[in-house]
Every structure is written in structure tokens, then in C-alpha cells.
């Protein structure tokens, strides 16, 4: 008797994580700590330093000396480019700088930002990471870089200020 309840405990555990994983996963909702898209966060919010996976640095503001009047403008430090694997920085890292746009994302709930380089990338090497996820955590802005939403990001970018 012992024997058939434990088998029937175990089942009812099985197939409620069963159950909870498959809800998850069509639901879009992240798992492990992963981030996710955010389409709550209102362009405002996102300004500042954010820091991530190995060195990388990236400053969001609205204009720049150079800039036009309102444009939102970035600069990067220890940029990668986007032929990087997980691990490797076999093809280096850049500083540069240029402008940004706040956007929604193609075909997937969520927003991104759409980074266009006017300096630092070097001529024949592939083309920079361009394109970061919005997220949100506790009302603090994410960035990522959603290579397959099936894995957690490589590169998650946090905001230090």
C-alpha cells in the first residue's frame, strides 16, 4: 500500500513540473533567471550606464554636443562584434559611439534598441552587436542580446546608475 502512494505522489509531482514547464513555454515567460522582453518600460527610463559580459559598457543619453537637437545618442566600450560564440572573443572588441532608436520588436512581443554606429567598428570585420532587447526587472531596465529564446542570453546588460 506504502508503495502505491509514494508512485502516486512522485506522478502528481511529475506532472505538475510537467505541467508548470509547458505553461511557461507557451506562455513566453522566462525561466532560471533569464530575462525577458518588456513592453512597459517607457523610453525615459532607459538613459544611463549599463555594464555587462566581459567589460562591455554602453551609455545611453539624449543628444550629444554633436548630436541633433533631441537625438539619442550611445557610446560603447568593449563592444563585441556579432559573430561572438559563447566564450570566445577570438574576433576582439571596439569602442565607438553613435545613435539610437527605441523601437518595437519584429514578429515578437517586447522592444529594442536599434543601435546605428557612426564611429568604432573596424572596416572588415563582421558587423557590431546592433540590435539589444528591452527588459525589465523590478523596474530596472535590462539589456540583452536574444540570440534564441530557448537559451538564456550571452550578454546581459545591467544599469549601474
Not at 52 to 76: C, H, K, W
Not at 115 to 124: A, I, K, R, S, T
Request: hydrophobic residues 35%.
Amino acid at each position: 500500500m506504502a508503495r502505491g502512494v509514494i508512485f502516486s505522489c512522485a506522478f502528481v509531482l511529475l506532472l505538475a513540473v510537467g505541467y508548470l514547464r509547458l505553461m511557461n513555454a507557451i506562455s513566453g515567460e522566462s525561466s532560471h533567471g533569464c530575462p525577458r522582453a518588456a513592453s512597459d518600460l517607457r523610453q525615459s527610463a532607459l538613459p544611463g550606464r549599463y555594464t555587462g559580459t566581459g567589460g562591455m559598457e554602453i551609455d545611453l543619453v539624449y543628444g550629444r554636443p554633436s548630436a541633433p537637437e533631441g537625438q539619442a545618442s550611445f557610446e560603447v566600450r568593449n563592444w563585441r562584434y556579432s559573430d561572438y560564440e559563447h566564450g570566445d572573443d577570438s574576433s576582439g572588441s571596439f569602442d565607438g559611439s553613435g545613435s539610437w532608436e527605441y523601437e518595437p520588436r519584429s514578429g515578437v512581443k517586447g522592444m529594442q534598441i536599434r543601435l546605428d554606429f557612426d564611429e568604432g567598428p573596424q572596416p572588415g570585420k563582421p558587423a557590431p552587436i546592433s540590435f539589444l532587447v528591452v527588459g525589465g526587472g523590478g523596474g530596472r531596465p535590462v539589456l540583452f542580446d536574444d540570440v534564441d529564446p530557448d537559451v538564456c542570453p550571452d550578454i546581459v546588460m545591467n544599469k549601474s546608475d
